[in-house]
């Protein structure tokens, strides 16, 4: 694998134990590594990083070897069609995604909306940290005490029920999310409803979000709606790269450890 993809036999070694580590099964190990190899070069991470953040969003998100190929390859194309880095895409997934999840948010839309949030230049932590808090208020709206009156009477002033916005986050949380951020963004008063919705902390990315952030959002959940957007991304990224003069001179160096490596074990008894 180092000397197929380029990389050096440390690295991959390391991104081995790393996936060792995280509990990858070994019969998936080898598939799991071919897969954090191939998000190295394409998210531009060192190999262990690339393994440890695969592992992670793995473990957070229980799941398999081949959802996990998918969502590295929506990773990696959001990355090409948008101002967002993959690195910073995978960063902001693995902080928001857990929670976005219980509130209701998928897979695509809580990728498309933090891509756009940092297509609009919000740092990674507060696009995450923001979303989270986001789709929870949407989520558990409807309820009672003093803060669920703020926001169900912020939800009123865009005509819309907290009931009913919870149960909708529950059943299409894409529909719901996408239906609050276009009233909001229609409203006379927008920075009013921001505040009664999420608060002094949150209100000024949410009055962001429904800025041309929220036509980014929109492009980039379309994006993913189409799986031949994102189907076999990784491995176009990881074409151009071995098609490079570089690339081939760390295939070279790659072969050229292993047959040191080889000779080194032939000639140790002999040296011993």
């Not at 069609?81 to 897979?107: C, L, P, Y």
């Not at 923001?130 to 709206?141: D, E, I």
């Not at 994006?223 to 031949?228: E, I």
């Amino acid at each position: 694998t180092a000397i197929e993809l380029g990389l050096s036999r440390n690295g991959l070694a390391e991104m081995t134990a790393e996936a060792g580590a995280a509990g990858i099964k070994f019969q998936d190990l080898e598939r799991y590594v071919r897969l954090a190899a191939k998000a190295s070069v394409g998210w531009d991470m060192t190999p262990r990083d690339a393994a440890q953040n695969l592992a992670e969003i793995k473990s957070a998100g229980q799941l398999s070897i081949a959802e996990m190929d998918v969502l590295a390859d929506k990773i990696n194309a959001l990355g090409d069609n948008s101002a967002a880095k993959e690195r910073d895409i995978v960063e902001m997934f693995q902080r928001a995604a857990a929670a976005a999840k219980q509130a209701g948010s998928g897979t695509d839309t809580t990728l498309a909306a933090l891509t756009a949030l940092r297509s609009g230049g919000m740092q990674p932590e507060v696009a995450a940290r923001f979303y989270g808090a986001f789709t929870s208020k949407l989520r558990t709206a409807g309820g009672e005490g003093k803060g669920a009156e703020k926001v169900n009477d912020a939800l009123k002033e865009i005509g819309l029920n907290g009931k009913k916005v919870a149960q909708d986050m529950a059943r299409d949380a894409d529909t719901a999310i996408s239906d609050v951020l276009t009233r909001l963004a229609k409203h006379a008063d927008p920075v009013k409803v921001a505040k009664g919705l999420m608060g002094e902390e949150w209100w000024d990315e949410l009055a962001r979000f429904t800025g041309g952030t929220l036509a980014e959002f929109t492009k980039q959940r379309e994006f993913l709606r189409n799986p031949l957007n994102f189907k076999g991304s990784l491995d176009k990224g990881l074409d151009t790269q071995l098609s490079t003069t570089a690339n081939h001179f760390e295939r070279l160096k790659a072969l050229a450890g292993d047959i040191g490596d080889r000779m080194g074990r032939w000639t140790l008894p002999g040296i011993n």
